[in-house]
């Protein structure tokens, strides 16, 4: 691990960190530094729920809790430490499945008024998604337009936001055991923005302070995330953009160029940054940014926006969340264009060290003291338009102080669940088969999510290339979204060759025949859906089980900040995934509510909750899970069976 106090693994970073002390600029690293985090808020142990606190509940004194102790650790209304450690727990749940409810939301109506011919600039892109979708939902096909079949689709999803009652309808696409465990334990959502709210009245003071049972509404909350308003944002994303296939491209700084207008486009939802890629190459664009004394446009991504487009245009990124800053600071970036989530108010102070502009383009996300442009997207390609022309008028303000760095790693990315079903079965027999045999004769030893952001309360990317790096020297696969994907692609890992390098040798021989790399990129944070869906596929493909908890797979975000990671870290226990957290853990001000998310779910859900810092130990507890899962399933042996003979080659050749 990287000696402590080290700000960043990732030259770009740190020769960026270095330049903006040079020039001055107080970034996101310095303020770490200077404002630390409260130890009690930090665990969980501070209530700001009702006017009469603050309520601070000291933290226990030894590691095992006397009962007096406990009994003095109340707020003033005497909700125990137990409690508040729960309501807030669950509270970020809430706010997370809120953000990706409200994107999936979004995301619907700008859906639904493609289909009905009032967003002109987008279209169904993919058919075949449609359709799919279509018999899902039971909506007719028939001789109907795709577009009046993607209303029906529509208006159907849109529903599912202010469903009071009954079931969420993906739930329905999760196997058959996890259903019934679900309604079994009263965790099954009935509407994305009923959860959301009733965490938020049994949370108000004074309401549910059982904290088992706000944990299992945390539950329920977090499903209607995944299998709710992620789900949905990722399904009409691919139908609207297409559903992303194999794209080669670059990551990091150093895909700045220092002779073009550079713009950044940033946040999580696509359908302004799927507009700007299509218009930055507009030949009227790229003149006007001629007469203004650069060679072109050049587009480039940051943070969940980024993989979007990434997936589907191969447009390169300039980095993951602690990077939004220093791409600035390379002082050639015209404008950063932003929508909604993880846009640090940070960047509206660093551009004033430069020339950059900071663009906000949605109503529900403004920043004092940048430029208000909002996108429209029923006048989509004019909106475009009028954010490049400001990007443009800003390139002749471009000062003296300007760097860029040289680092930018080539990456594949766009490993769609419809992609690695082709893959690895061929177009005409797609299936998860030799995904499943390989697991099963011990090639692969498992799966692992690595998914999530960056901390600067830790050195940036380093836990993630740890804790991956030593997964797949396991034969442990790696699928990886947001954050985590781009540190993964930064080190090189996101390349076939990849495997050869780094992978252990079963990995690596499956990697080898399939031409794939050993960490697939699945998009972005909405997109982790795609991996509840994988597993899925894997479950009804047989040979691994008959629930998702029966599989060898485990779940990690090493490096996590947002409180939507906690919503997803909560939506993959909820759906029989042991996950493990890095950093710090927000619930360690009560031992008997971590020890219920992280021991009694297993019970409850067949997944649970750990916590564990180091990323080399997190990656351990992540193998050991999976090898007690093939125990389980009795495949355990077959690992000690695999001897590379001729024959079990020429088969593998043959997948
Ligand atoms: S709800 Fe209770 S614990 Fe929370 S701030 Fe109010 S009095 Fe304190
Ligand atoms: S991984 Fe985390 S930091 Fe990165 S875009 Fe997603 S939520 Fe934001």
Redesign the pocket.
């Known amino acids: 691990m990287a000696e402590k106090g080290t700000k960043s693994i990732d030259p770009a970073a740190v020769e960026m960190i270095e330049k903006a002390a040079s020039d001055g600029c107080n970034i996101v690293f310095d303020r770490a530094e200077t404002t630390k985090p409260c130890p009690i808020g930090a665990v969980g142990s501070c209530?700001?729920?009702?006017?009469?606190?603050?309520?601070r509940?000291p933290l226990p004194k030894g590691k095992e809790e006397t009962p007096e102790e406990k009994k003095k650790r109340?707020?003033?209304?005497?909700?125990t430490a137990e409690?508040?450690a729960a309501?807030n727990f669950v509270r970020m749940i809430a706010a997370g499945a809120a953000a990706h409810g409200d994107h999936g939301r979004r995301l619907t109506e700008v859906f639904l008024a493609a289909a009905k011919g009032e967003a002109p600039g987008y279209e169904i892109k993919d058919e075949q998604k449609l359709l799919q979708l279509a018999l899902d939902l039971g909506v007719k096909i028939g001789d109907r337009s795709n577009e009046e079949i993607a209303v029906d689709i529509g208006e159907i999803l849109l529903s599912e936001f202010g469903r009071q009652e009954g079931e969420l309808l993906f739930l329905r696409r999760a196997p058959l055991k996890r259903q019934e465990l679900w309604r079994k334990q009263g965790v099954a959502p009935r509407g994305i923005d009923r959860e959301v709210v009733e965490t938020m009245h049994r949370t108000h003071?004074?309401v549910d302070q059982d904290y088992q049972n706000l944990l299992k509404q945390g539950v329920r909350t977090a499903l209607s995330d995944g299998w709710g308003g992620s789900m949905i944002a990722t399904e009409l994303q691919d139908v609207l953009f297409g559903a992303p296939a194999p794209v080669a491209s670059e990551i990091n700084l150093g895909v700045l160029k220092e002779d073009e207008v550079n713009i950044i486009i940033h946040g999580h939802e696509p359908q302004l940054a799927e507009m700007l890629a299509v218009t930055t190459q507009d030949p009227e664009m790229i003149e006007y940014a001629k007469s203004k004394g650069a060679k072109g446009i050049n587009l480039a991504g940051m943070c969940c926006t980024a993989n979007e487009i990434l997936m589907r245009h191969g447009v390169p990124i300039a980095g993951n969340f602690l990077q939004q800053e220093l791409a600035l600071v390379t002082g050639a970036v015209e404008a950063i264009v932003v929508d909604v989530q993880c846009i640090m108010q940070g960047l509206a102070d660093v551009a004033q060290c430069y020339h950059t502009k900071v663009i906000t383009t949605d109503d529900k996300a403004k920043i004092q003291g940048a430029t208000h442009m909002e996108f429209d997207e029923r006048n989509a390609a004019e909106s475009a338009k009028t954010i490049i022309r400001a990007a443009i008028d800003n390139f002749p303000n471009r000062g003296q102080s300007v760097r860029i760095p040289s680092q930018k790693t080539d990456l594949i990315a766009g490993f769609s669940h419809e992609t690695i079903n082709y893959l690895l079965g061929g177009l005409f027999r797609a299936s998860y088969r030799p995904l499943n045999d390989n697991i099963i004769n011990g090639r692969i030893r498992g799966v692992a999510g690595v998914v999530g952001c960056n901390n600067p309360r830790v050195t940036h990317d380093d836990a993630h290339l740890i804790m991956i790096k030593e997964l797949i020297k396991n034969d442990v696969l790696v699928l990886s979204t947001g954050c985590s994907a781009m540190a993964a692609a930064k080190a090189g890992l996101m390349i076939p060759e990849a495997a050869a390098e780094y992978a252990g040798e079963g990995l690596a021989s499956v990697c080898e025949a399939v031409g794939i790399p050993p960490v697939l990129h699945m998009g972005s944070c909405v997109d982790n859906s795609r991996i509840l869906i994988a597993a899925t596929a894997m479950v009804k493909e047989g040979g691994l089980g008959d629930d998702i908890s029966d599989l060898p797979v485990a779940g990690a975000a090493p490096e996590w900040m947002s409180e939507k990671a906690i919503s997803i870290g909560q939506y993959f226990v909820g759906s029989g995934v042991f996950t493990v957290f890095g950093v710090t853990w927000p619930t360690l001000g009560s031992k008997d509510v971590t020890d219920f998310l992280f021991k009694d779910f297993e019970d409850m859900y067949g997944g649970m909750w750990a916590f564990e810092p180091d990323p080399i130990k997190a990656a351990q507890l992540m193998i050991e899970h999976i090898d007690k899962k093939r125990k389980a399933l009795g495949i355990d042996k077959a690992r000690e069976r695999v001897l590379y003979d001729m024959e079990m080659r020429r088969e593998l050749e043959a997948v």
């Open positions: 209530c700001s729920n009702c006017g009469v606190g603050p309520c509940v109340k707020g003033v209304c005497g909700a409690t508040i309501r003071m004074g």
